[in-house]
C-alpha cells in the first residue's frame, strides 16, 4: 500500500535499512512547519514487540523523537501525532507527525526502517476543490448524561457503525473535509498500563480506548480549516494513537 504524508501528497519512495533518510523542503515564511515520519517496524526487535503491547509505552517511545524541555503537556507542544497501520500483509508502518524535525537516532538499534520528510509545503499547498481520499483513526465516543442508562454520568461510550460514521461525518465537515464516501472498521481496542497512586509500587493499572479507523473520499471546501485538523488531530485518545488524518490524491491509498 503507498503510504501517503498527512498533508495529501503521496510518497512511494522506500527508506533504506541502512539508517533513516530525510528530506526537506522550506516552507513558505510565517507558514506552518510539520514533519512526517514512516517507520517500518521490525517486529523481531524487543522494544518493537514491548510497544506494541502497551499504547501507553508506544506513547513514550514516539515522543523520543521530538525534543525534549517542552514543559507541561509535551506531545501537544510538539505537536506529535502518531498512528499504526497494520493491514495485515507486511510489517506495520508507525507514522509519527511532528511541528519540528524529529530526531530518529533516539530510537533503539533495528527498531524500524525510517523515512522523514517536511510537509510543510504539502500544507500550503491544499486548495478547495481538491479530491483526496484520507485516512483516520478516531476516539469515536459520546459522553453519558446525567440520566443515562448507558453508563454512568460521563463516561466514554464507543460508537458503531451509523453512529460512528456520523460522529466522521461532523468533524470532518468542521475540518474543512466534504465527504463522499465512509468506510468504517469496528472498533479496536487501545490499552496502555499506567502507574496509580492508589496501586502498589510494583502495580500498574489498565485503561482502554477506542479507536475506529475511517477511509474514504472528500473535497476540501475549507483549506484552513483543514490546515488546522492536520497540525492538531481530531478528537480525543490522541496519546493512545488517535487523531492523525492523513490524506493523498483520489487515486490512491492514504
Known sequence: ?????????????????????????????????????????????????????????????????????????????????????????????????????????????????????????????????????YRLLGNAIKRCGPNSTEGRWKQAIALYGPDAEQWWATRAHQAGLTLHTIQADSPETLSARHSSARATRDTKVAVHHKGTRFDGTATIHNAEALRHALLHGIGRAKSYGCGLLSLAPAHLNP
Open 1 to 133: 500500500m503507498t503510504t501517503s504524508t498527512s498533508a495529501g501528497i503521496s510518497d512511494s519512495r522506500t527508506s533504506t535499512a541502512a539508517g533513516p533518510s530525510t528530506e526537506s523542503q522550506a516552507a513558505a515564511p510565517g507558514t506552518a512547519t510539520a514533519w512526517l515520519t514512516r517507520l517500518r517496524l521490525n517486529l523481531a526487535s524487543k522494544a518493537v514487540q514491548h510497544d506494541l503491547r502497551d499504547a501507553a509505552a508506544l506513547h513514550r517511545r514516539v515522543m523520543t523523537l521530538a525534543p525534549g524541555g517542552l514543559g507541561d503537556s509535551p506531545r501537544a507542544r510538539s505537536g506529535l501525532l502518531f498512528r499504526l497501520d497494520h493491514d495485515g500483509a507486511g510489517a506495520p508502518i508507525l507514522l509519527v507527525q511532528t511541528h519540528t524535525a524529529p530526531d530518529p537516532l533516539r530510537l533503539p538499534a533495528g527498531y524500524a526502517q525510517v523515512r522523514t520528510r517536511d510537509i510543510s509545503p504539502l500544507l500550503t499547498a491544499l486548495r478547495p476543490g481538491l479530491t483526496v481520499r
